[in-house]
């Protein structure tokens, strides 16, 4: 097994790190607190090609393994969850689903904006009672011959108020289940297309979350992704893939709350020495070290599968399912190693705090992601 990355994938690291750091760290305690969305800093992300890694060249795209992307995620992660989860869902969930499932037409018309960070792309499965249970779609999308009608409601949208583009999941032959389900690309401005406030969160607040309304919207047959019927598996497609940028997203925040807790407790004296040196702070560190090591590899595990075309539906379950916990538990230490100084905004580790606990909700909660790995492992 070869653990050694590429000098192209340590050069996209150090890349997404130069970033990062001089970039994303200056006003990101701000944008938090006030929920402002960074557009500047997407801008940039996509003149770097931050936002379309995978495509292909062809279509403005950097042409990039996963293992690359999930380099890139763990850097931006580390100093900011919020640019990491729009950029995660412009990357795998967006751009990666139109690049393998749409037509020549639809991917020459929306993936050179995407990648380039002119536009930004949002997916639309969750609904107000259909969240783990994807397959009970209430949004429908009637078929009217040339046209479908789409209705219904999305709740909880990442990107929501700041896409152009949107794929949105609705169901069409409701006898057929989750093979009715369709998979549409929404144009924001088309009439009928609403997007509700912004949802006042605990943590990724830099990124927006809305809900989307769709009353009579006339989507045209040709922006439908895939064969009538496929949206389901669609989603399961890209929710496969999604799971491995919010694995490095988790991985990421674990990282950044365990590089800060490491440098605070070489600085930070108490009982005459530096908090490092007591054991009760040591046992702290080897943890999160130990555990952040393991989350690394699962999620270069399973982005190794995805370059390899092997099954990485589990790999990308696992990864999530560790690197999530993992980032709540070292966030949770790390306020905790900052004692007083944890609970104030100016130390950053609160926020990672409140940050990590979205990697255990979205793109699948932990729950769904024993459920798609005890079903691979039973098969
Ligand atoms: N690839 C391809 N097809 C797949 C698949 C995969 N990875 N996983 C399932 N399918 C197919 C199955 O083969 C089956 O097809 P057939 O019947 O034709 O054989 C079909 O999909 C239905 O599968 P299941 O019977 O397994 O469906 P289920 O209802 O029992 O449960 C589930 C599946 C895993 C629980 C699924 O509903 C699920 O993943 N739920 C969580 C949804 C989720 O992750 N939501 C996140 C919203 S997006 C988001 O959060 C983005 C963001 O903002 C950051």
Redesign the pocket.
């Known amino acids: 097994m070869d653990f050694q990355l590429t000098e192209e994938q340590l050069a996209v690291q150090a890349a997404a790190r130069e970033f990062a750091q001089n970039e994303l760290w200056a006003g990101v305690i701000e944008r938090d607190e006030h929920q402002k969305f960074p557009a500047e800093q997407i801008k940039k992300m996509g003149e770097l090609g931050f936002m379309g890694m995978m495509v292909s060249p062809e279509y403005g795209g950097g042409g990039m393994d996963t293992v690359s992307y999930v380099l890139a995620m763990e850097e931006i992660s580390k100093v900011d969850a919020s640019c990491s989860?729009i950029m995660?869902?412009n990357n795998s969930?967006v751009c990666w689903g139109l690049e393998k499932y749409g037509t020549e037409e639809q991917k020459r018309k929306y993936l050179p904006g995407l990648t380039s960070g002119q536009i930004i792309g949002a997916?639309a499965?969750?609904e107000p009672e259909a969240?783990?249970?994807?397959?009970s779609q209430r949004t429908t999308a009637e078929d009217k011959g040339d046209y479908y009608l789409l209705n219904g409601t999305k709740n909880?949208?990442?990107n929501g108020t700041t896409a152009s583009v949107y794929l949105v999941v609705a169901q069409t032959n409701p006898e057929l289940k989750?093979?009715g389900i369709n998979v549409l690309i929404v144009e924001k401005g088309m009439e009928g297309f609403q997007t509700g406030p912004k949802e006042n969160k605990l943590g990724i607040r830099g990124s927006d979350t809305c809900s989307l309304m769709f009353t009579d919207v006339k989507v045209p047959k040709e922006n439908r992704i895939g064969e009538d019927g496929f949206g389901?598996?669609f989603a399961?497609?890209v929710?496969?893939g999604?799971r491995i940028g919010?694995a490095a997203q988790a991985l990421g925040i674990a990282s950044g709350a365990y590089e800060l807790s490491l440098k605070y407790s070489k600085e930070r004296k108490a009982f005459g020495v530096p908090i490092s040196q007591h054991q009760a702070i040591q046992f702290k560190l080897a943890d999160m070290a130990t555990n952040i090591d393991a989350a690394r590899l699962l999620c270069l595990q399973s982005a190794h599968d995805k370059d390899a075309h092997q099954d990485y539906?589990k790999s990308g379950a696992m990864a999530k399912l560790f690197a999530s916990k993992t980032a709540m538990d070292t966030a949770v230490e790390a306020v905790q190693i900052h004692g007083g100084y944890g609970f104030v905004k100016e130390y950053h580790v609160e926020r990672m705090m409140r940050d990590a606990k979205i990697t255990q909700i979205?793109?699948?909660t932990s729950e769904?992601q024993k459920?798609?790995i005890s079903?691979e492992i039973l098969k």
Do not use: N
Request: charged share 15%; proline share 0%.
């Open positions: 989860v995660s869902v969930l997916f499965l969750s969240g783990s249970d994807a397959t909880w949208i990442t989750h093979r389901f598996k399961m497609q929710l496969a999604g919010i539906a979205y793109e699948g769904i459920i798609v079903r």
